[in-house]
């Protein structure tokens, strides 16, 4: 599975971005992919994760409320909206899937194929 990650650039506070993951390869093995972001000096964050099947999907309490992941009707791109974005926002974000069910799916440590990522840098 490759993943690869479009969208990112700069924004202004409260501005709107959709970020997109496309996969190629195998992505009918993909049961989850996630979504993660990492500021520089700071550890990878997770921001939220859906499932391939179903509609299911979860969020970091810090962009609750702000933030929407979707897929197209092949589910083979999966989009991260995120509105009203802040400074706090800004970093590199990488989409990764996995493979295996898993109960922890905010932990990054249980995806296995990972994006290049993209920046969102975002001014105030």
């Known amino acids: 599975v490759q993943l690869t990650e479009s969208g990112g650039g700069l924004a202004q506070a409260g501005d709107s971005l959709r970020l997109s993951c496309k996969g190629s390869?195998?992505?009918?093995?993909?049961?989850?992919t996630g979504w993660f972001r990492q500021a520089p000096g700071r550890e990878r964050e997770f921001v939220g994760w859906i499932l391939r099947n179903g509609g299911i999907s979860d969020y970091a309490d810090s962009v609750k409320g702000r933030v929407t992941i979707s897929k197209s009707a092949s589910k083979d791109i999966v989009y991260l909206q995120m509105n009203d974005l802040k400074p706090e926002d800004t970093a590199v974000y990488y989409c990764?899937?996995?493979?295996?069910?898993?109960?922890?799916?905010?932990?990054?440590?249980?995806?296995?194929?990972w994006g290049q990522g993209t920046q969102v840098t975002v001014s105030s």
């Open positions: 990764a899937a996995t493979g295996a069910p898993s109960s922890l799916l905010r932990n990054w440590q249980q995806y296995h194929y």
């Open positions: 390869g195998d992505t009918h093995a993909i049961y989850a």
